[in-house]
C-alpha cells in the first residue's frame, strides 16, 4: 500500500506565477488592474471569444451573465441536476425558478430532447454543463434555444481546452450565448478562486463588466461610461464580482501551462480507461458520439453497486484505508433538500440522473500526478473490487 496519501486533485503552481504575485504585492497594486486585463486578453485569444471579462469564481459569473441577460423573478431556466450546486444557486439568487431536464449516463449531458419537454412559456435561458470537459450537444441545444428564443449559458466549469465540432468551448457562438468557466484549485487552471465570463455579445459584455464592479461605470469603456472626468455613473446597481490582480497574475502563468496540463490529463484518463478496461465492478466513462476534444477535468466510472454487492460510498471509503482519495461529482441535485423543495422533483423523476448519482466516482487525476501514482489508484481498485 502506498505511503503518502493520494488526493483526487492538487493544483500545480509555477515558481513564475509566485514571483509574478509577489511583484504585485510589492508594487501595492492589488486588485484589479492591468494584469486582470491581460489575462483577459491572453484568455480571449485562447478560447476564440471576442469578450473574456474576468470575476472572482464561476459563481459569480454564472449570477453576472444570468443578471445581464435580465433572467429574475417569473422566468423559468432549465440546467441539469447533474452539475455542482452553484449552477442552481446562481439561478435562484436571481429570483428566476430552476428546472431540470434529465441527462444521459452515457454522457453525463443534458439532453436536448428532455429540454425541449421542459420548456414552458417561462422559459429563459438554458444552462448546460460540459459534464467533466466532454462538450454537450451544442447543435441540439442551439436548435431548441433558437426555436423557443431562448439565452443560453454554457456552465463550462469543468471544460476549458474541450473543444466542440472543431472550436473550442468559450469560441463565439452569437448573440445571448455566454459561457462561464472556474478557476478553483480542483479545475484545469487556477487562480486560487476566480471564473472568466466569455462572450460575442458586445451590449451584454458592457452590461457585465459594470455588473461585476457595483455597477460603476467608472473604467469601463463603453456606453455606461461618464464622459470626461472623474466622476462616474451608476445605471443599474451590481455585485462587487471583480478579479484581483494577484489572482488574474497566477492566471496568466496558468494558461501558458494549459496545454501541456491539459496533455497530462488525457494522458492519465487513457491509462486509466487501458488499465481498468474489463474489470468487474467498474463501468468506464464513454465517449459522446459527436465530435469533440474532452479536457478531461475529471476521471468519473461508476461503481457497479450490483454486481460488487457494496456501495459507492463504501468504495469511496476502502480506497482511503488504501491512501487514495476520491471525490463525489455529484449527488443530484433534486435530492438535495433544499433543491427538492424548490423544484418538486424527487427521487424517480430524474432516473438517469439518479443511476450515476449513486454510482459515479472521480478518481484521482491531475498534471502533476506520476505514472506510479496512476498505477497506484489502478491497483488499489482492482483489490477493492477483487477483480
Ligand atoms: C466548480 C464549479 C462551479 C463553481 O465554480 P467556482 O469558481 O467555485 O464558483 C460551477 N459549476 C460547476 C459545474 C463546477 O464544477
Same mark, same amino acid.
Given at each position: ?27 501595492? !497594486? =492589488? ?49 441539469? /441536476? ?8 446562481? $439561478? =435562484? ?14 454522457? *453525463? ?13 417561462? #422559459? ?7 459534464? @467533466? ?42 448573440? &445571448?450565448? *455566454? ?17 472568466? $465570463? ?38 443599474? /446597481? ?13 492566471? #496568466? ?29 467498474? $463501468?468506464?466513462?464513454? &465517449?459522446?458520439? !459527436?465530435?469533440?476534444?474532452?479536457? !478531461?477535468?475529471?476521471?468519473? /466510472? ?19 484505508? &488504501? ?8 449527488? @443530484?441535485?433534486? *435530492? ?10 424527487? &427521487?424517480?423523476? *430524474? /432516473? ?36
Amino acid at each position: 500500500m502506498r505511503k503518502e496519501f493520494l488526493p483526487f486533485a492538487r493544483p500545480s503552481v509555477s515558481e513564475e506565477a509566485i514571483l509574478d504575485v509577489a511583484d504585485s504585492i510589492r508594487g501595492g !497594486w =492589488l486588485a484589479m488592474g492591468a494584469k486582470t486585463i491581460r489575462f483577459e486578453e491572453t484568455f480571449a485569444r485562447y478560447v476564440g471569444a471576442k469578450y473574456a471579462l474576468a470575476v472572482n469564481s464561476a459563481t459569480a459569473g454564472l449570477h453576472c451573465a444570468l443578471m445581464a441577460l435580465g433572467i429574475g423573478p417569473g422566468d423559468e431556466v432549465i440546467t441539469t /441536476p447533474m452539475t455542482f450546486a452553484a449552477t442552481v444557486n446562481a $439561478i =435562484l439568487f436571481t429570483g428566476a425558478k430552476p428546472v431540470f431536464a434529465d441527462i444521459d449516463r452515457r454522457t *453525463l449531458n443534458i439532453v436536448p430532447e428532455n429540454i425541449e419537454r421542459a420548456v414552458t412559456k417561462a #422559459s429563459k435561458c438554458l444552462i448546460p454543463v460540459h459534464f @467533466a470537459g466532454m462538450p454537450c450537444d451544442m447543435d441540439g441545444i442551439e436548435a431548441i434555444a433558437d426555436k423557443y428564443g431562448l439565452a443560453v449559458v454554457e456552465d463550462a466549469a469543468h471544460a476549458l481546452g474541450a473543444s466542440y465540432k472543431g472550436r473550442r468551448i468559450g469560441a463565439d457562438r452569437g448573440a &445571448r450565448r *455566454l459561457s462561464v468557466f472556474s478557476f478553483h484549485p480542483t479545475k484545469n487552471i487556477t487562480t486560487g478562486e476566480g471564473g472568466m $465570463i466569455c462572450t460575442a455579445d458586445e451590449e451584454l459584455a458592457e452590461k457585465i463588466m459594470v455588473l461585476r464592479q457595483n455597477g460603476m461605470s467608472k473604467g469601463a469603456w463603453n456606453r455606461y461610461a461618464a464622459k470626461g472626468s472623474a466622476n462616474y455613473d451608476i445605471f443599474f /446597481p451590481g455585485l462587487k464580482y471583480t478579479m484581483m490582480d494577484i489572482q488574474a497574475a497566477i492566471g #496568466s502563468s496558468q494558461m501558458k501551462e494549459l496545454d501541456s496540463f491539459n496533455r497530462r490529463r488525457a494522458e492519465l484518463a487513457a491509462f486509466y480507461l487501458r488499465e481498468l478496461d474489463g474489470a468487474a465492478g467498474i $463501468i468506464l466513462p464513454r &465517449r459522446a458520439p !459527436w465530435e469533440h476534444e474532452h479536457s !478531461w477535468h475529471i476521471f468519473t /466510472p461508476f461503481i457497479d453497486t450490483e454486481r460488487l454487492g457494496f456501495s459507492r460510498d463504501e468504495f469511496m471509503a476502502r480506497m482511503k484505508e &488504501r491512501n487514495i482519495g476520491t471525490a463525489l461529482h455529484y449527488q @443530484a441535485l433534486h *435530492l438535495f433538500t433544499c433543491y427538492h423543495k424548490i423544484t418538486g422533483k424527487g &427521487r424517480g423523476d *430524474l /432516473p438517469e440522473a439518479e443511476y450515476v448519482s449513486d454510482r459515479i466516482v472521480s478518481l484521482p487525476l491531475f498534471p502533476a500526478m506520476s505514472d506510479e501514482d496512476a498505477r497506484d489508484v489502478v491497483a488499489a481498485i482492482k483489490e477493492v473490487c477483487q477483480c
